[in-house]
């Protein structure tokens, strides 16, 4: 080739080599005035309030914020939460892994239909969901007579705030598992399945360790949701006091009689719960992309050797 012939040849290349260093330096700003105002987004609706609460939480001083959490409705509210919470989250992991196996490896006809209303939480109000309940199970619901009749109670007690809790918090699981086990594919399961492994076996060795991640991050944004529900829980759970108060309905009644800071203290535990989350969320992240990354070194490695 001649000269001329490779300098024509290598002109475009450094002519986009130098439109690409250009464009990301022109760039450079936008990237810094959108990082700055996101980080400034958090600041004012994430960072500021969770500090202004364990403030006020801690304002009249340590003895004042341990009597509000010990006493006997905020005693009560914290193990009703945890009772809920202890019921609804394994449920809904039981129901995510069967919704999403019979959703990612299985053709049937419906299942754009299932998937839809395994998203319903997410659409309803979770008020309506609660006058749902006592519509059916209520006084004058459909079940109502009946229930009465054999002196069993699930509006106004604990099983209609249990069942308003699995409602709101049943897609956590199933959605992150959903898209996870349909990228993955059947290929597995089927070469297990091929070596003679039963069912159980191809789900306990080979389905569950490529969707532990997934199921881990559904499972704690599940109970995160299931410990601080307000709305489904309000209406099913008439406000008793000492008896059907969880932890978010015990901070209202708190506020409502201008206790501050005993509300506050309460509300500490929740916002204390969603710090927790979210640490809880980033170290499965970091985990997640390291184990990702040592896999693929393994791969290259093999195919080096």
Request: contains cysteine.
């Amino acid at each position: 080739m001649s000269d001329s012939g490779v300098a024509n040849a290598v002109a475009p290349a450094f002519t986009a080599a130098a439109v690409s260093r250009r464009a990301v330096g022109e760039g450079a700003w936008l990237r810094w005035a959108l990082t700055g105002l996101a980080l400034l987004f958090l600041a004012v609706f994430l960072v500021v309030p969770l500090v202004l609460v364990f403030r006020e939480a801690f304002s009249k001083g340590w003895d004042v914020y341990l009597a509000a959490l010990t006493e006997p409705d905020a005693w009560h509210a914290i193990k009703l939460t945890l009772i809920a919470a202890a019921i609804a989250v394994p449920l809904n992991v039981i129901f995510g892994i069967a919704a999403a196996w019979g959703i990612s490896k299985f053709r049937f006809r419906g299942k754009q239909v299932l998937i839809t209303l395994i998203d319903l939480p997410f659409a309803v109000s979770p008020v309506i969901a609660g006058l749902i309940y006592v519509l059916v199970f209520g006084s004058r619901g459909w079940l109502g007579p009946w229930l009465e009749a054999h002196d069993l109670s699930i509006i106004y007690a604990v099983p209609g705030i249990v069942l308003a809790t699995i409602f709101v918090t049943f897609p956590f699981v199933a959605r992150e598992l959903i898209p996870l086990m349909q990228e993955q594919g059947v290929s597995h399961e089927e070469a297990a399945l091929t070596l003679g492994a039963s069912g159980w076996q191809t789900f306990r060795r080979v389905t569950l360790p490529s969707i532990k991640w997934g199921l881990l991050y559904g499972v704690i944004l599940c109970n995160a949701r299931a410990m601080g529900e307000f709305g489904a829980v309000s209406v099913v759970s008439g406000h008793i006091r000492g008896k059907t108060n969880t932890l978010p309905l015990h901070v209202e009644i708190l506020y409502n009689e201008y206790q501050f800071a005993a509300a506050f203290a309460v509300a500490s535990l929740l916002a204390l719960l969603a710090v927790v989350t979210l640490v809880a969320k980033s170290a499965l992240e970091f985990k997640h992309q390291r184990d990702r990354e040592r896999s693929a070194r393994a791969a290259t490695r093999q195919e080096e050797l």
